[in-house]
């Protein structure tokens, strides 16, 4: 919509209210990038903090206790089933599969 001329204002005005507009978003881009700043040295001094505590507390512990290992059955296979170097026939491949229904 355009306004009459004697109500649009004044160069000088569009000028200083454009200048405005372009500080403000400055202060806002300023402020956000202060608050990603502070977010990533606070995640990074909580890594930090529980990396000590975790290399402090690893001289408690047992040293068997805590240990974890992936099931070495199943994994990441490619598409087709087979493996690399073997035939995709599939020889030597057991596969078990049980099915339920479930009515409710």
Known sequence: MHLP???RGTTVERV??????????VAF????????????LAGLAAA???LVVA???RRRLERGGLRFAWPQR?????AGGSRP??????????V?????????
Do not use: Y
């Open 5 to 7: 001329h004697s109500a």
């Open 16 to 25: 200083l209210a454009t200048v405005a507009a372009a500080l403000r978003r």
């Open 29 to 40: 881009g300023l402020v956000g990038l202060a608050a990603m700043v502070f977010t990533l």
């Open 48 to 50: 930090g903090v529980l």
């Open 55 to 57: 290399l402090v507390a």
């Open 74 to 78: 199943g994994g990441f296979r490619p």
């Open 85 to 94: 170097g073997r035939a995709a026939s599939g020889a030597g491949e057991v």
């Open 96 to 104: 078990d599969v049980e099915v339920r229904e479930i009515r409710g």
